[in-house]
């Protein structure tokens, strides 16, 4: 796909009558690298040139739309189809067990945790996958934004990744992120107990035809579930943890407790605490309680002479 994408440009730059100095004096990089791309002998193009090229040469988002298929080259294979679903869903719902997910990384914490890779090769392949990452992002500002339901684990939070700084920025990218009324961020207490997906991370898409597929990921591995019985069962687990977990507005406020530096896990409410505030606000707004983890309304009292 590099390949392809080289020749497209090396066809569209002679077209416009545009030498590969002048097409990099338009795009403000050096002639040599636009001989690279188009010989596919360095670093591949990151999405913020792919899209000076293409408007530089004219190429009516041609560029653009190629440029994924591209990046997705750096990835592992097992990753590459999953991707592909993902930039076509609807609804996305995450768990993530032990790291901020993808679409919601700042640069800096994704080039600190995609430097752990073992299958790097070198410096320009981290920047490549960076790179892609944070293009995959793009999406959630768009009017197409699918449907986003993350839940974090609690380790996500006590784990830092890099400098405080960094863990800072990420927690209000968090934030940042819940604005969006299409995007829900919940956090899941270690007090929550076991649950079905221990031992990695669980995406399900929703796709615009009505299908489905599960995605289970590890350090090193991952695995997309497309046979419809099993992926049902992960979506059941997903609706489970987001039962699990915190409510979203007291989610927030312990990943900006978390922020601010306050945060101690000590403090978030078990799940019979939360069931008893929820009763209590419940009662004072309406006078409904909780029974088996169903609100319903108090029987009327019977009038006098009745």
Not at 12 to 28: F, I, Y
Not at 206 to 233: F, I, N, R, T, W
Request: proline share 6%; with cysteine.
């Amino acid at each position: 796909m590099a390949a392809l994408f080289g020749t497209r440009l090396r066809k569209l730059r002679l077209a416009a009558g545009l030498t590969q100095d002048a097409l990099g004096r338009r795009v403000r990089t050096h002639s040599t690298r636009i001989n690279q791309v188009e010989r596919c002998t360095g670093a591949k193009p990151t999405l913020e040139l792919a899209r000076a090229l293409d408007e530089a040469v004219g190429a009516d988002g041609l560029l653009i739309d190629l440029w994924p298929y591209v990046y997705r080259e750096t990835f592992p294979d097992w990753s590459r189809k999953f991707m592909a679903l993902a930039e076509r869903a609807v609804v996305i719902r995450e768990y993530a067990a032990a790291v901020v997910p993808g679409l919601l990384q700042t640069e800096e914490y994704a080039r600190d945790l995609l430097s752990l890779d073992h299958t790097l090769a070198s410096a320009e392949q981290l920047e490549e996958r960076v790179a892609g990452r944070l293009g995959r992002q793009a999406r959630l500002e768009g009017p197409d934004c699918p449907e986003l339901s993350v839940v974090l684990d609690e380790a996500v939070l006590v784990r830092p990744v890099g400098e405080p700084s960094m863990m800072r920025a990420q927690f209000a990218r968090l934030l940042e992120a819940a604005d969006n009324p299409r995007i829900t961020v919940q956090v899941l207490p270690f007090s929550s107990g076991k649950h079905e997906a221990m031992g990695g991370s669980l995406t399900v898409l929703s796709m615009p035809d009505g299908c489905h597929a599960a995605y289970l990921e590890g350090a090193d591995y991952g695995q997309l579930v497309e046979e419809p019985e099993e992926v049902k069962s992960y979506r059941v687990a997903c609706e489970r943890l987001g039962v699990l977990a915190l409510p979203p507005n007291m989610s927030l406020d312990v990943i900006r407790s978390a922020m601010e530096g306050t945060y101690r896990g000590e403090h978030i409410p078990s799940r019979s605490e939360r069931r008893r505030l929820a009763q209590v606000q419940l009662q004072q707004s309406g006078g409904w309680q909780l029974r088996g983890g169903v609100a319903r309304a108090p029987r009327p009292r019977p009038r006098p002479g009745q």
